[in-house]
């Protein structure tokens, strides 16, 4: 197919189709490794018509809804392509509409033949979301400069891959080998790539036609051999209806998998870190409940329980660590955490008193989480203990809301309300304008109206 189309594109002679040709394998690996659409684009007689002889269509990411090898590119659509022609030089994140009216990005690199003509394009295309993926995927595996003569251009795109790249001819036999290969076969004791079958570089046992006729069960392994661990893909570009080529291509992932294997073990130590510390925090809760049961003055039993809500209110984030092992917390779930807590453990069982938490969703800091936890823990024991005085039953509500640069949480009660001004030096409020100052880098606002209840807002920084 692809030399039927270079004739018909009727400017190429029989040694520039073979460069074309040659150039369809390097287009496959570039296609393949970057997980976009490449193209190979030749000109034509008309002076604003190019012909795709070419299309390496990823399958997963293409842009498009078919592979359109055959079809005709037009300059008032692809520009880019048309100054790679007239110019010799790269084009590089040029816009461009594509042959189903999509608009797309594409980096252009022109091809030469013997007599310094361009014969040929290679045209990497994207979309505005992927730029900065191709951006720092090309320039790590790739080279930017594809100018020169066909017999270095091989070698000039493959050296500048970080994968092992080996080609094998229809007969299964090695044709070339990149410098990554040469030294990853070296390490396994294999001295020689070029000459050698497929069947002898291959890491398991499987014969050359079996990954021809079959390569979707060959395409992508991951092998452990002697100390390293490789991804292994078997790539099969097709050269014309009869023969097809495979390209081996090996990507070292040993520094990965023992990265993955450490973060595995950091990550279980860190739970086990969090788990500890909430079992020394609630140790601590139960000495002091021990101390409070020994002390006879009402004011030290109360301060003690405040002490020891304060403790358990930290305790609870740590709790939620051990299990998850990040350093970034759901504030509704530890806020619901720490109201069915305090609901259970500390709520006069004859008084009705129902928590309601509703808003936002989003994760914060584990140390943000702490604070909180802490200001929250203050507002609902007071609440607690003093908005229902004279009720049997009541609400306190607590709403959350993500804003941009801070986030807010609203906390209220239907209780019989409090003298804000006089209640402004006790210890719990002390403690919450600080928390909220000083930790969460907020304000605090309170609101209260006899028989209409309180409420307390308060902000912290995202």
Same mark, same amino acid.
């Given at each position: 197919?692809?030399?039927?189309?270079?004739?018909?594109?009727?400017?190429?002679?029989?040694?520039?189709?073979?460069?074309?040709e040659?150039?369809?394998?390097?287009?496959t690996?570039?296609?393949?490794?970057?997980?976009?659409d490449?193209?190979?684009?030749?000109?034509?007689?008309?002076?604003?018509?190019?012909?795709?002889?070419f299309?390496?269509?990823?399958?997963?990411?293409?842009?498009?809804?078919?592979?359109?090898?055959?079809?005709?590119?037009?300059r008032?659509?692809?520009?880019?392509? /048309?100054?790679?022609?007239?110019?010799?030089?790269?084009?590089?994140?040029?816009?461009?509409?594509? *042959?189903?009216?999509?608009?797309?990005l594409?980096?252009i690199?022109? #091809?030469?033949?013997?007599?310094?003509?361009? #014969?040929?394009?290679?045209?990497?295309?994207?979309?505005?979301?992927?730029?900065? /993926?191709?951006?720092?995927?090309?320039?790590?595996?790739?080279?930017?400069?594809?100018?020169?003569?066909?017999?270095?251009?091989?070698?000039?795109?493959?050296?500048?891959?970080?994968?092992?790249? #080996?080609?094998?001819n229809?007969?299964?036999?090695?044709?070339?080998?990149?410098?990554?290969?040469?030294?990853l076969?070296?390490?396994? !004791?294999?001295p020689?790539?070029?000459?050698?079958? @497929?069947?002898?570089?291959?890491?398991?046992?499987a014969?050359?036609?079996?990954?021809?006729?079959?390569?979707?069960?060959?395409?992508?392994k991951?092998?452990?051999?002697?100390?390293?661990?490789?991804?292994? *893909?078997?790539?099969?570009?097709?050269?014309?209806? $009869?023969?097809?080529r495979?390209?081996?291509?090996?990507?070292?992932?040993?520094?990965?998998?023992k990265?993955?294997?450490?973060?595995?073990?950091?990550?279980? @130590?860190?739970?086990?870190?969090?788990?500890?510390v909430?079992? =020394?925090?609630?140790?601590?809760?139960?000495l002091?409940?021990?101390?409070?049961?020994?002390?006879?003055?009402?004011?030290?039993k109360?301060?003690? $329980?405040?002490t020891?809500?304060?403790?358990?209110?930290?305790?609870?984030t740590?709790?939620?660590?051990?299990?998850t092992?990040?350093?970034? #917390? +759901?504030?509704?779930?530890?806020?619901?955490?720490?109201?069915?807590?305090?609901f259970? =453990?500390?709520?006069?069982?004859?008084?009705?008193?129902?928590?309601?938490?509703?808003g936002?969703? @989003?994760?914060?800091s584990?140390?943000?989480?702490t604070?909180?936890a802490l200001?929250?823990?203050?507002?609902?024991?007071?609440?607690t203990?003093?908005?229902?005085?004279?009720?049997?039953?009541?609400?306190? =509500?607590?709403?959350?809301?993500?804003?941009?640069t @801070?986030?807010?949480?609203?906390?209220?009660?239907? !209780?019989?309300?409090?003298?804000?001004?006089?209640?402004?030096? +006790?210890m719990?409020?002390l403690?919450?304008?600080?928390?909220?100052?000083?930790?969460?880098?907020?304000?605090?606002?309170?609101?209260?109206? &006899? $028989?209409?209840?309180?409420?307390i807002?308060? $902000?912290? &920084?995202?």
């Amino acid at each position: 197919m692809l030399k039927l189309l270079c004739k018909i594109c009727a400017t190429l002679s029989p040694a520039d189709i073979e460069i074309v040709e040659q150039m369809s394998n390097v287009a496959t690996i570039l296609g393949n490794i970057l997980d976009m659409d490449v193209f190979l684009d030749c000109p034509t007689k008309k002076e604003d018509e190019a012909m795709v002889v070419f299309h390496a269509r990823p399958e997963k990411n293409s842009l498009y809804t078919k592979n359109i090898t055959g079809e005709i590119a037009y300059r008032i659509d692809e520009p880019a392509v /048309f100054r790679t022609f007239e110019t010799g030089l790269p084009s590089r994140n040029y816009k461009a509409v594509t *042959q189903e009216k999509a608009n797309v990005l594409q980096n252009i690199l022109p #091809i030469f033949n013997s007599l310094d003509e361009v #014969i040929c394009t290679v045209i990497i295309e994207y979309n505005e979301q992927q730029r900065e /993926f191709f951006e720092k995927e090309y320039n790590k595996k790739s080279t930017g400069i594809l100018i020169g003569q066909i017999d270095s251009l091989k070698d000039r795109v493959t050296e500048y891959i970080n994968d092992g790249i #080996i080609i094998f001819n229809r007969n299964g036999h090695a044709t070339y080998a990149n410098k990554v290969a040469k030294i990853l076969y070296e390490k396994l !004791g294999v001295p020689s790539i070029v000459g050698e079958s @497929f069947e002898n570089l291959y890491f398991e046992r499987a014969k050359y036609n079996d990954i021809v006729e079959d390569p979707e069960k060959y395409k992508q392994k991951e092998v452990r051999i002697l100390d390293f661990i490789l991804n292994v *893909q078997c790539l099969v570009s097709k050269i014309n209806e $009869d023969i097809k080529r495979v390209t081996l291509i090996i990507k070292d992932i040993t520094e990965e998998k023992k990265y993955e294997e450490e973060l595995k073990l950091k990550t279980v @130590f860190i739970k086990e870190i969090h788990h500890r510390v909430k079992n =020394n925090l609630q140790t601590v809760a139960s000495l002091l409940r021990i101390q409070k049961r020994r002390v006879k003055n009402l004011e030290m039993k109360k301060i003690l $329980d405040e002490t020891i809500n304060r403790i358990l209110s930290i305790a609870i984030t740590h709790e939620i660590l051990s299990t998850t092992g990040i350093d970034t #917390i +759901s504030i509704k779930h530890i806020l619901e955490i720490l109201c069915q807590n305090y609901f259970k =453990n500390n709520i006069d069982k004859s008084k009705k008193i129902e928590f309601n938490i509703v808003g936002d969703e @989003f994760s914060i800091s584990s140390d943000k989480a702490t604070s909180v936890a802490l200001v929250v823990n203050e507002i609902v024991q007071n609440a607690t203990e003093h908005a229902f005085t004279t009720k049997d039953s009541g609400n306190i =509500n607590i709403k959350i809301l993500k804003g941009e640069t @801070f986030s807010k949480i609203i906390i209220s009660d239907n !209780g019989v309300g409090m003298e804000v001004k006089k209640e402004r030096d +006790s210890m719990g409020l002390l403690i919450i304008s600080s928390l909220v100052k000083d930790k969460l880098k907020g304000n605090l606002e309170i609101r209260s109206k &006899k $028989d209409k209840g309180t409420t307390i807002e308060f $902000d912290f &920084k995202n």
